[in-house]
């Protein structure tokens, strides 16, 4: 049984890496979402909008940051679940045991990422903060409104986790739940 909840479980948090993590709003609307690949190559999909002043999250070819914390879980999430599926066709224990190692190494990575902050918003916010260009090139004495008035929408800027992003985290604590119920058991049958 546990060999198939670590198989399910890992097999979950690798399709919750494509679902969005991480949404863009700017005074309550969102602007953009990126998922947990898209984190990890500093893309993000940007909202449908109907007019055509619609801001852009980020021109081509701009990246809204790389997230090696996303990078680092999603290799440890493939390989728990080599893990898990070696586990179940081989019926070794060992690699259970190596199955929740690595999605509590994952679980780590993420919740560290979600501590430091998301990528995204440090690049969205040093963009904003940049001095505009033409203004500054051609002596204007308005640059300085362009400063805070970019200023005032990086403090709109909210970049926020999505649900995708605790689906994730749902999906790795399950096999390092079980980790922790195995070494608990180990532990208790060494004291008897």
Known sequence: MIPKLNLVS????????????VRIECRGERM???????????????????DKDAVKVSREGDSLGHSYWAGFALVAVIGALLMALAALIVGRRDLDHGCGILCVVALACLLLQLSVGFPAERAIREELAKPPAQAAAAGDPLGGLGQALAGEVARAVRVAPAPGFYWELGAL????????????????????
């Open 10 to 21: 890992a097999l979950a948090a690798l399709v919750f890496f494509f679902l969005p993590w």
């Open 32 to 50: 953009a979402t990126q998922t947990g690949v898209q984190m990890i190559l500093g893309s993000a999909t940007a909202t449908e909008r109907t």
């Open 173 to 192: 604590a399950l096999p390092a739940l079980i980790l922790g119920n195995a070494f608990l058991d180990r532990i208790k049958a060494k004291d008897s």
